[in-house]
């Protein structure tokens, strides 16, 4: 059989390390993938002159199935961010972002498991209707949610839920004050909740949603919810399973996928083997998952969860004294 092609977009500062890290332990694992690599963001800028080539984008549509480190975006000179425009480009509108706790780390909880789906690429950050007054004191904004953009990411959840045997989908909405764009995800999540009746469906509100997260997130299992919330919700469920070194992200369309580190590029430790890769290990167990290959998946996933939970081979934001080399290298010993 010819070799599953993966285009790799090392990213920018600690990116490469990272990344690095993850395309040693996939092959370690006995993936056997054969990866393309293409620049995007500054790394892209300084050779190409610019943040996305085309090759780049050719390359993501071509495979199929992209592994991504962050990109450092430049700020002013008016760039766009190129997550953004990825998301838009491949109609990624499912931004899957789980968070587990491993014991043994300064995690708040431990015995968390929990997915958030979010709508990628609707709700507020539609980028519609943006305008401010002239006189600067009045801006407006677009939301925009469609039954279409409603229905196919509540069964998205759905089926995830299924698939992964989860017995829970919370969905998560304001359709009390936002009665037009809440109150139709609302209404058609409960439709198509209705055809699911082995997941039990339970409804928050998304404020009340913030607080039973902090404080009693056991009780979450999945969560599908519009583009902003899903933002602030997933941000808020990597600070309770220790912080967003620990988060990975994955962006589902029907015809492309792109799995990444949810965090930034680090640039005050990039080039000083401090980064701890985990979460981009974690995104490369997303990808062996949606590709359905879920014994390497959970071969690696056992390996990371050793050497993270027995603590003395782990980098310095887990508490521990070890750079990404060796921490990587104890991934592949476990393997
Ligand atoms: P950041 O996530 O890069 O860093 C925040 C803090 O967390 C820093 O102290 C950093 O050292 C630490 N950190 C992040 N990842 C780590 C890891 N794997 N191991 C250990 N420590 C880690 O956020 P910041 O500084 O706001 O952004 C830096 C650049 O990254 C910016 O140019 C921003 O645009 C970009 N960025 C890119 C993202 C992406 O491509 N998905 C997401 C967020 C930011
Ligand atoms: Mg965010």
Do not use: W
């Amino acid at each position: 059989m010819a070799q599953r092609k993966i285009t790799v977009i090392p990213g920018d500062g600690i990116g490469p390390d990272i990344i690095d890290s993850a395309l040693q332990i996939l092959d370690k694992a006995g993936c056997d993938f054969e990866y393309e690599f293409a620049d995007a963001g500054l790394a892209a800028l300084e050779k190409h002159g610019e943040l996305l080539p085309q090759r780049t984008l050719d390359l993501i549509e071509k495979n199929g199935v992209t592994l991504k480190g962050p990109l450092t975006t430049p700020i002013g000179k008016g760039f766009t961010s190129i997550n953004v425009s990825l998301r838009k480009r491949f109609n990624l509108y499912a931004n899957l972002r789980p968070v587990i706790s491993f014991k043994g780390t300064q995690a708040r909880y431990e015995n968390i498991d929990i997915i958030t789906v979010r709508e990628n690429t609707q709700g507020m950050y539609s980028g519609l209707g943006q305008t401010v007054s002239e006189d600067g004191c009045t801006a407006e904004a677009m939301s925009l949610v469609t039954r279409e953009g409603a229905e196919r990411i509540v069964r998205f959840a759905y089926e995830l839920a299924r698939k992964e045997n989860r017995k829970k989908v919370t969905i998560v909405h304001k359709a009390n004050i936002l009665k037009s764009t809440s109150g139709l995800f609302l209404d058609v999540a409960r439709e198509i909740s209705a055809a699911y009746p082995d997941i039990e469906t339970a409804e928050m509100i998304v404020d009340a949603t913030c607080m039973k997260l902090v404080m009693n997130p056991e009780e979450f299992d999945v969560i599908v919810t519009t583009n902003l919330f899903g933002d602030i919700i997933s941000d808020l469920c990597a600070g309770l399973v220790g912080g967003l070194g620990m988060a990975p992200g994955a962006n589902i369309g029907d015809n492309a996928a792109l799995f990444e580190a949810v965090h930034g590029s680090a640039p005050d430790i990039a080039g000083k083997n401090l980064a701890n890769p985990t979460s981009v290990i974690l995104a490369s167990i997303q990808m062996l998952e949606y590709l359905g290959m879920q014994d390497k998946a959970e071969a690696i996933r056992r390996a990371v969860t050793a050497v993270i939970e027995e603590g003395d081979r782990t980098t310095c934001d887990l508490g521990g004294t070890h750079g990404t080399t060796d921490f990587t290298q104890a991934v592949m010993e476990r393997l």
